[in-house]
């Protein structure tokens, strides 16, 4: 089977090669703003769409007009790569899978993609069009065939060169262990098993410095060089909080994978959850969705199986023994005893991975209807799960 790998990679442009990038991101950014207005305000006028093939006929008239005949200084398909990016954004806006497209900010995270006539040097350098070879830290080596690389810039003024590729497929031979998990707040991940992993809270130690940070971002003058400075170095901030959470994430699926062929997880409803003022931070500052999009994408390769439970199934509410499902739980009790069996449950959230590890079977139904104390819930084929 034939699929797609990006490996990311580190980039080091001298001070001619920034100029030159500095100008791709920003033809890439005002093409891609420029035909959003167009669509917007075509729209409003007339109730007509705009597709990738309307954008490509006005961008070729439009680099012939003297006052946009910089757009040439760059590659013409960084340009129309932008243009099927937008194209792509209102399908999905309409298809209901997104938000309304933003117009691009200079002070954002820039990036262009380059298809083709790309190559890496013989000495490990980045060729791309237009340009001269770019110093690229490769820390893995590359298997497969090149397809696209996408250059970017982060706030905090680091650049990366992402590159993907095609490569053939062999699934891995399932091994291991079956286990549930549960994912917290301050754990991160509790396993059937019993197994904790505690969250760094790697944003909480950041705050404060973070906090002294926007009041002397806020201080300065708008547009000014020092209001710039003050924007980059929250900027590094931010990133070293975001760099440290995706290393943790990393190994933490990774070792999943390796160590079982099964994980029953939740099907978390992340939108959602992060609507909570009092644990919106928290829930982002953990990024559960990250966590489980990796523990997807490496469970192929290495030997696991992934499966989800239903949102609504009560997992920490339900008694993993009997059966019987505690109503009346709040979030503050972290542990309880079971009123049927007198099953004390000292782990509220092993309680919960229990649970999810017995319905990810398919073939259980995970409809459990309401019980009372004395009375064990009809489940099909399930009375009792055992550690």
């Known amino acids: 089977m034939i699929k797609n790998k990006a490996y990311k990679f580190r980039l080091y442009p001298n001070q001619e090669q920034e100029i030159f990038l500095a100008k791709c991101f920003g033809c890439s950014r005002f093409v891609y703003n420029h035909f959003l207005r167009l669509t917007i305000d075509t729209y409003a006028e007339s109730k007509q769409t705009l597709k990738y093939s309307n954008y490509a006929k006005l961008l070729t008239k439009l680099k012939r007009e003297v006052d946009y005949s910089w757009l040439k200084e760059v590659n013409s398909q960084a340009l129309q790569q932008s243009l099927k990016d937008l194209e792509k954004a209102f399908v999905s806006f309409f298809s209901k899978q997104n938000k309304f497209p933003r117009f691009k900010k200079k002070t954002n995270r820039q990036s262009f993609r380059v298809p083709q006539h790309f190559s890496i040097t013989e000495d490990g350098k980045l060729q791309l069009p237009k340009m001269k070879p770019i110093k690229m830290v490769i820390h893995r080596e590359i298997e497969g065939k090149l397809c696209n690389v996408t250059i970017s810039k982060t706030p905090g003024g680091k ?6 590729v095609e490569y053939e497929s062999e699934l891995s031979p399932l091994q291991g262990d079956r286990i549930g998990i549960d ?7 509790v396993t059937s098993n019993g197994d904790e992993y505690d969250n760094p809270k790697y944003l909480k130690k950041s ?16 547009d000014s060089k020092k209001r710039n400075k003050a924007r980059l170095r929250l900027a590094k901030i931010h990133g070293k909080v975001a760099n440290q959470r995706l290393d943790l994430h990393h190994k933490l699926s990774t070792k999943l994978c390796k160590e079982n062929q099964l994980i029953a997880t939740e099907d978390l409803a992340i939108k959602n959850l992060i609507k909570n003022p009092k644990l919106s931070r928290h829930i982002a500052d953990v990024a559960w969705g990250k966590f489980l999009t990796l523990l997807g994408d490496k469970s192929e390769k290495l030997g696991c199986e992934i499966k989800k439970v239903d949102r609504f ?25 079971c009123e049927e069996c007198h099953t004390f449950h000292d782990s509220r959230d092993r309680n919960a991975a229990l649970n999810i590890l017995l319905f990810a079977n398919n073939d259980i139904p995970q409809e459990v209807r309401k019980s009372t104390p004395k009375e064990i819930p009809e489940t ?8």
Request: charged share 30%; with cysteine; glycine share 2%.
């Open 380 to 387: 099909v084929c399930i009375s009792r799960v055992t550690d």
């Open 313 to 337: 199934f009560p997992s920490s509410k339900r008694c993993h023994v009997c059966g019987w499902i505690k109503t009346d739980m709040t979030l503050k009790e972290r542990q309880w005893k």
């Open 183 to 189: 994912v917290n707040l301050d754990k991160i991940v």
């Open 207 to 222: 705050l404060k410095k973070l906090t002294r940070l926007y009041r002397c971002l806020s201080r300065k003058q708008k």
């Open 159 to 164: 650049y990366y060169a992402s590159i993907v």
